[in-house]
């Protein structure tokens, strides 16, 4: 493994350029003894480094620094390109090299991390050619004004402003073998607020959720509310307000941007749930049994249920009692498509295959089996935005659009006794994905 350095910046003027050339040795060592750590040393100088795609972003420091400090940099780096590329590959930073010097040049400022809003800078570092001014450079007025996230005299033709309610469910579902029960042993909620402003001029905006919703213990009962953990608020909320009256009040940046984050802590039933059966012989024997546990009068759409199967397996055969099932040997999986899943119903899936090694104590790397969807005009968390008012002294008339979306977190897994092998392996994880759209 070779690598080239695409981008260097030496903010401070106290360290080797040359110096960043025994990263990738370094790092390459490491893994090779397995010990990656996320900060390497060469003598004085010290790496912290995050790999991103095909790229490392590495930033190199010779004192004492704030590790922290760095890493919430880096991955700020990281989101102020994808705003300006789209796609943060080698391929954008060498097609774009002139703009990311002007952006890295912006960002920090003599080893001091400077403006990172991807809004403001857009503002003054484009990506098209553009003429300089004579005279003194100014700085543009965001930068200095007191809304330096907004910038004024913003006009549009129709007035809207969009808002999404997006969580991620992590949930952790532990099945045995010998029984048909499970548990959840763990179950997360990972949400934000975000918004796509199209509105004229500076409008204010109030934002009210529903009274489940609780951001701290405040003595009420909790059996029926919400309470939002870890809430992290966009610079443009008016926090003041917030601690006196837990009114979310706020002068938004112009198009997409993270109003709040927020997590929540809760037990979380499996929404589709499954059980499998595995029989073990020369030609394996699979049944897959899928049942929606949520109300009849809700409808789960675009099911995908995957099943993994040893890489060594072959001649598939199928049998569902409804959608359509077909083997992905480049991912070793069944995939069990069914486009609509009504609630309060139980489905069946059947897989006869070939499996010559199925006695092989070579073990394989054992994966769960997953379950996406999507169901609409439905919540999980129970986080409903009460209003959200548009206030601009024009008095223009404006509409607000809500949309909630819950999806799939990241992938979950717990030992099993993996019934091909009777060696340990993951069991299965439930990803959801569920959308509401309303008008507020």
């Given at each position: 493994l070779s690598a080239q350095v695409l981008i260097c910046r030496n903010y401070m003027g106290n360290m080797d350029m040359n110096e960043i050339?025994?990263?990738?040795?370094?790092?390459?060592?490491?893994?090779?003894d397995a010990e990656m750590t996320p900060v390497v040393s060469h003598g004085s100088a010290h790496f912290m480094w995050i790999k991103h795609s095909n790229l490392y972003l590495v930033a190199i420091t010779k004192k004492n620094a704030n590790a922290a400090l760095v890493y919430s940099f880096l991955y700020k780096i990281i989101q102020v390109f994808k705003e300006y590329f789209k796609e943060l590959e080698e391929e954008s930073i060498r097609d774009n090299f002139v703009t990311v010097y002007e952006l890295m040049d912006e960002?920090?400022?003599?080893?001091?991390?400077?403006?990172?809003d991807s809004k403001i800078l857009q503002e003054y570092i484009t990506q098209q050619g553009h003429k300089l001014e004579v005279g003194a450079p100014r700085p543009p007025a965001t930068v200095t004004n007191a809304v330096s996230w907004r910038s004024e005299g913003i006009k549009y033709r129709k007035n809207e402003v969009f808002m999404d309610v997006i969580e991620?469910?992590?949930?952790?579902?532990?099945?045995?073998?010998?029984?048909?029960?499970?548990?959840?042993?763990?179950?997360?909620?990972v949400g934000s607020i975000k918004l796509k402003v199209v509105l004229s001029g500076m409008p204010e905006l109030r934002l009210g959720l529903n009274d489940k919703v609780l951001f701290e213990i405040t003595g009420r009962e909790k059996s029926k509310t919400v309470e939002l953990e870890d809430v992290k608020f966009h610079q443009c909320v008016r926090l003041s307000r917030f601690e006196n009256d837990r009114t979310i009040s706020f002068i938004p940046p112009d198009g997409e941007s993270e109003l709040m984050s927020y997590r929540l802590n809760t037990t979380v039933k499996p929404l589709i749930w499954i059980e499998s059966v595995i029989e073990k012989f020369s030609h394996s024997r699979v049944e897959i049994k899928a049942r929606s546990q949520f109300k009849s009068r809700s409808t789960a759409n675009n099911v995908s249920i995957l099943v993994p199967v040893p890489s060594d397996a072959d001649s598939p055969k199928f049998k569902t009692s409804t959608g359509s099932a077909k083997w992905m040997p480049e991912k070793n999986v069944v995939q069990w498509n069914i486009k609509s899943f009504p609630g309060g119903k139980e489905y069946i899936m059947r897989a006869h295959f070939g499996l010559p090694s199925v006695e092989s104590d070579e073990l394989e790397a054992k994966r769960p089996i997953t379950v996406n969807f999507e169901i609409p005009y439905f919540t999980v968390s129970g986080i409903q935005v009460r209003y959200l008012k548009i206030i601009e002294k024009s008095g223009y008339q404006a509409l607000p659009w809500v949309r909630y979306i819950t999806q799939s977190g990241g992938e979950n897994r717990h030992m099993e006794i993996d019934p091909y092998t009777n060696r340990p392996s993951q069991t299965h994880t439930i990803n959801g994905r569920l959308f509401l759209n309303t008008r507020s």
């Open positions: 050339d025994h990263f990738m040795p370094i790092l390459m060592k490491r893994e090779e960002v920090m400022d003599f080893g001091f991390p400077q403006t990172t991620s469910v992590n949930l952790l579902v532990r099945t045995m073998l010998v029984s048909a029960s499970g548990s959840v042993l763990r179950s997360e909620i």
